[in-house]
């Protein structure tokens, strides 16, 4: 069995990161979605509410397949949780060429501290790869339509939370 992990902060889950993981899934056997739940960052949303999040656009707005992911949380290196999960690959979502030397660095310190896990990167189509979470926030918080960026429970959660 094919495993990839897909870490990131997910605060919150957009289009962008679900066609990152919907094409992983045509690629691996099952994905861990793995939200990072690091006391370095600020974050709008709790672990506990962006797996909850994360949950509910994946599994009850847009009905993937339970048994092909798994949802965590993490504070610990990503290769740690490779080698829990027996995960040959780590999948990283590029937005445009300003992500690409922060992700080639990690991609490259990953390698470093375990030389058997590969970093695969995956772009979102076309029209999501200018969303980022931090631009989804600020359009709701400023009462703007995030309908395009973000499933339907996910718009909820921000509307209702802002």
């Known amino acids: ?9 997910f605060d919150p ?21 793995a939200t ?3 006391s370095n960052k ?18 009850k707005d847009l009905k993937f397949n339970k048994n092909k992911i798994k949802i965590i949380s993490f504070d610990n290196l990503t290769i740690n949780l490779c080698k829990k999960y027996k995960a040959s690959t780590i999948i990283r979502g ?11 660095q990690l991609a490259g310190m990953n390698k ?6 590969e970093t695969m990167f995956l772009m979102s189509d076309i029209e999501n790869q ?9 359009i709701a918080n400023l009462g703007g339509n995030i309908d395009r960026f973000v499933t339907k429970s996910t718009a909820k959660v921000l509307k209702n939370n802002l």
């Open 1 to 9: 069995m094919k495993i990839a992990i897909y870490p990131g902060t």
């Open 42 to 59: 600020n974050y709008h949303f709790s672990i506990e509410d962006r797996i909850s999040i994360i949950n509910n656009s994946l599994f």
């Open 130 to 138: 200018i969303i980022s979470s931090k631009f989804v926030k600020e």
């Open 112 to 117: 470093k501290l375990n030389s058997k896990i």
């Open 13 to 33: 889950i957009t289009y962008g990161h679900i066609d990152v993981i919907r094409k992983s899934l045509n690629i691996f056997d099952k994905i861990i979605v």
């Open 94 to 104: 590029l937005r445009a060429v300003s992500d690409f030397e922060y992700e080639f």
């Open 36 to 38: 990072t739940d690091n």
